[in-house]
């Protein structure tokens, strides 16, 4: 046994030892003791041994160790992420697993339509993630371009420039000029007329104002951008998203291969500050949790006639949108369900084994979830004790006298309360309490 | 570029010209362009790039690279997987990637209830994959460790020719009494007597035969495993897989760590010749698809109190089942949609965009999985094309005419009928026709 093998073991003795005085006291709470059984659950899946009950144990190598709660926490987040792609006709060419996705339309298309799509995505994913209120800022590579050209910028270095603006998501607007003058050697003025620029943010207003803004509409770049982005705008109003677009000119994105639209989802109510990911590198601020743009000459991207392919792409931050949510359930101090167990078959007294069996078997049969105790004289009140702490929302109670009437309890776990149902109308009674559509 | 790289872009260039020739061949099929065509898109894939549509880009190391046909059939096989497992409560600890999987139930309960929960959710998983006919073996350790005793064998050799008994699905029995007589020293009628018992294999028939088997009765051990397994088998008639299951004495799954009943899933059809995996590690043969028992005593797994913790789990062989599926697919000519696109949105002539994308905006709202052309003035017959290639069940045409009445054309791909919907009533004839509830 290794090291940390005997270690974990010997916090297993001790958080069992634990475990027994918290339950010996009086003064115990249920969350402390939740704690500490978590606690060993995740120690023994650690050890390679398992706690009581159904798992599906990992198999895949290179990823974190999670327990139960994590991965159903998980689990969600990428099926909601799967199901809002699959919505959009995306088709999986590998296993996505605990890091960014890529969402990418590429082909020669009609211009912005791919392009809204990826924005009206992340809206969808957000929204249906219930993350809270949030902002998705877009900005055009060729109008930052244009600004950097009327602005007095050296062509060869607007790409430096371009850097410096992105910084104006962490960094003040004085920080940022003095990097673009002391460092990278631009005049005062030219600086600061950049600043006049990068400092504006909006809407539709922000565009028309722009739109009439004659000196940087006789720049090509500016012009045919801001034409793009009205073209944009117009199809966010078809797709619903308006009011939570934002364009933003110090919006840059730092990757050079952008080349069109650039855009990066911010949630509201979360720290700007930069964190730093599982691999130290500085990930932006909490509350960007989405980005991508258009990047229509990247190397490697190429069709049937080796002609470059032009591509618009989404990436999500699905770890952090991870932390977010845990770090929501826990404020809000919620568990979330590692099982989705619909119906759990109790029995009220002794000798039922076989007709729970039976019964257990017919809802298996129709596609209910179902459990049953694994033993033939279960206490009910443990029963009911473990659908309430495994939020199971309905039980049946088979009872004899219930039986000989050819009826059965079906209980709501939550409310507690309790009706006889007749056998045949079973199946009915539970589907419709679970909203589920009989097949 | 490295050389593999070159490898893949020198094949690409030689499809491309390939595939322009078939196309510009009357005499070519449609499923020799199919085939270049995926040809081409798997070598995209290999290269980097990536074939113009939309694409979940792939983000998992130490996987292989399967393309988007791959990507969809193994995305249901495991899906059918995951919903059996939670259809019993199971709750997943990690990542289950395409590996074996463990379903395990840990704990001290009712004998032979978890085990033969096991056996129904081979039935359950086989029965949903729609993979054939299929058998599920059964023995006990216990009822072979007795066979052992009353036919001569010494303890110490129990394991050593329990694991010949385990060759006979591969060899003959005259090749396994060889060995155990040659090479483990058994006396020639001790090996006589085992080869009475383990050819032999039927239901509950043969329980009854051995159950009245006095010299075998006699025998503590194989009394305990013939009375599980009449228990097990009860349970069997309860949860409705008798049909299913075959009492084999032959079956002996080679693991030393099982200790109580033990079983394997074949499907019938299938060669029983050993295959090899992709771990150069002999795989079992192509039928037998799953396996697994009881292993009560295995060192890691314990309990809060440092007791072991009885275990009975089950292995899905998913490498096998992909394999297995591909193979079915070909010979049936048959291809996989690799995305779940519901419904198209075209339109019969110029100028309908904003109409489309309005219309694709509000059934995205409404859940439905749709697609759009990128483009402002496409092709209806293009349209129409790509919706047949994808096998998406349903298009909206869209045209002047209609829309002027208030209504769209509604068409069923596959039959090609078409029926004028009012705007009104489209959305529940749309779910009505892919049969989802109303929400």
Redesign the interface.
């Known amino acids: 046994m290794s090291t940390s093998k005997a270690q974990v073991q010997s916090e ?2 001790e958080k ?1 030892e634990h ?1 027994k005085k918290l339950k010996a006291s009086p003064e115990t709470t249920k969350e402390e003791i939740d704690e500490v059984t978590a606690r ?1 659950a995740e120690l ?2 650690q ?17 974190k ?4 709660q994590q ?2 926490l998980r ?1 969600k987040v990428l099926s909601i992420i ?1 199901d809002c ?23 020669q ?2 211009e912005m ?2 392009d809204v799509e990826c924005v ?1 995505l992340i809206d ?1 994913i957000l929204t249906a993630l219930k993350l809270g209120d949030f902002v998705i800022k877009v900005n055009h590579r060729l109008i930052l371009d244009g600004i950097f050209a009327v602005c007095g910028v050296p062509a060869e270095k607007f790409r430096t420039i371009c850097s410096s603006v992105d910084k104006l998501d962490k960094a003040s607007w004085e920080d940022v000029k003095a990097e673009m003058v002391n460092e990278k050697g631009l005049a005062n003025e030219t600086a600061d007329r950049i600043g006049e620029y990068v400092k504006q943010s909006g809407g539709e207003a922000l565009l028309k104002t722009l739109l009439s803004d004659m000196i940087l509409m006789g720049n090509p770049w500016a012009k045919k951008g801001l034409e793009l982005m009205r073209l944009f705008f117009s ?1 966010c109003e ?3 998203i308006t009011p939570h677009v934002s364009f933003d000119l110090s919006l840059a994105r730092g990757l050079d291969y952008y080349t069109g639209i650039i855009f990066e989802a911010i949630l509201l109510g979360y720290s700007s500050q930069p964190i730093v990911n599982g691999s130290g590198e500085e990930a932006g601020g909490v509350g960007s949790v989405a980005g991508g743009g258009r990047y229509d000459n990247l190397v ?7 002609k470059s ?1 032009p ?1 618009v792409g989404v990436s999500f931050g699905v770890e952090r949108i991870f932390s977010i949510m845990e770090g929501k359930l826990t404020s809000e101090n919620c568990s979330i369900r ?4 619909q119906v759990y078959v109790a029995s009220a007294q002794k000798g039922l ?2 007709e729970r ?2 019964l257990t ?1 017919f809802l ?2 129709n ?5 049953q105790p ?3 004289n279960p206490k009910l009140l443990a029963q009911l004790q473990y659908c309430e702490d495994r939020k199971i929302p309905l039980a049946i109670v088979l009872g004899q006298s219930e039986m000989e009437q050819g009826v059965v309890k079906l209980r709501d776990v939550q409310s507690r309360e309790e009706e006889d149902v007749p056998r045949d109308h079973l199946l009915g009674a539970i589907r419709s309490r679970l909203h589920i ?1 009989s097949s």
């Open positions: 297993i003795q069992t475990l060993l023994r899946a050890a390679g041994g398992k706690s009581s009950g159904k798992l599906i144990l990992k198999t895949a190598k290179g990823t160790d999670y327990g139960p991965m159903a689990e799967m792609f699959k919505q959009h006709g995306a088709e999986t060419i590998d296993t996505p697993v605990f890091e960014l996705k890529d969402f990418d339309i590429a082909g298309y009609e339509l791919p009206k969808e199809y078809l797709f619903d490697g991207m190429f069709d049937a006639k080796g392919v591509c590692t099982t989705e167990t084994l076989q069996m039976k078997s298996w049969k596609g209910i979830k179902t459990e694994y033993r033939s559509p």
